[in-house]
T-cell receptor
Framework: DGGITQSPKYLFRKEGQNVTLSCEQN?????MYWYRQDPGQGLRLIYY???????QKGDIAEGYSVSREKKESFPLTVTSAQKNPTAFYLC?????????????FGPGTRLTVL | DQQVKQNSPSLSVQEGRISILNCDYT??????FLWYKKYPAEGPTFLIS?????DKNEDGRFTVFLNKSAKHLSLHIVPSQPGDSAVYFC???????????FGAGTRLTVKP
């Protein structure tokens, strides 16, 4: 089945540690995105990538890093510099980066910093 | 700044009745609007969209209305079914997906 997978579903991290969230898609989509969701707020864009080996900062990129070495994969690293990392993280992909290209979302990873 | 607002965090309706979910936006550059539906433990899934050149788009039980002058859109579900119980997100973009802005969501509960 085609889709987007994120792992793990739940992740716990000690303060000061970096952690990497996985996102894989087999939809052959060029564009991929990382969003963060906090209670009472809409999804906020962290990073996006329109094509392999290229990515751009979104609205809240500070404290995060990404890579796009393969079309299928767009991992997100939450670094110790992120002041408030506890949140629900969603990965998405779309066939292209145009505003009418439907984004398909993974199931999300809930990160809790202890 | 929240450019897309869903002012009702929750909505409860009886099965068979109409559900109306509302969304307001502030950016006049938005030209494409979408509704996503999210079940617990799953990612949001695309439900319906509308371009700014239209004021209505219908897909089965789901209809989205756009009022550009009021910067307001709404999603109508009729008749509502218990399986429609989910969180609904409104989203808007200004030409690129990296411009897309999401509302905070409205939790719809349809009671049997």
């Amino acid at each position: 089945d085609g889709g987007i997978t994120q792992s793990p579903k739940y992740l716990f991290r000690k303060e000061g540690q970096n952690v990497t969230l996985s996102c894989e898609q087999n939809l052959n989509h060029d564009a991929m995105y990382w969003y963060r969701q906090d209670p009472g707020q809409g999804l906020r864009l962290i990073y996006y990538s329109q094509i392999v080996n290229d990515f751009q900062k979104g609205d809240i990129a500070e404290g995060y890093s990404v890579s796009r070495e393969k079309k299928e994969s767009f991992p997100l690293t939450v670094t110790s510099a992120q002041k408030n990392p506890t949140a629900f993280y969603l990965c998405a992909s779309s066939i292209g980066g145009g505003g009418t290209d439907t984004q398909y979302f993974g199931p999300g990873t809930r990160l809790t910093v202890l | 700044d929240q450019q897309v607002k869903q002012n009702s965090p929750s909505l409860s309706v009886q099965e068979g009745r109409i559900s109306i979910l509302n969304c307001d936006y502030t950016n006049s550059m938005f030209d494409y609007f979408l509704w996503y539906k999210k079940y617990p433990a799953e990612g949001p899934t695309f439900l319906i969209s509308i371009s700014s050149i239209k004021d209505k788009n219908e897909d089965g039980r789901f209809t989205v209305f756009l009022n550009k002058s009021a910067k307001h859109l709404s999603l109508h579900i009729v008749p509502s079914q218990p399986g429609d119980s989910a969180v609904y997100f409104c989203a808007a973009s200004a030409g690129n997906n990296n411009d897309m802005r999401f509302g905070a969501g409205t939790r719809l509960t349809v009671k049997p």
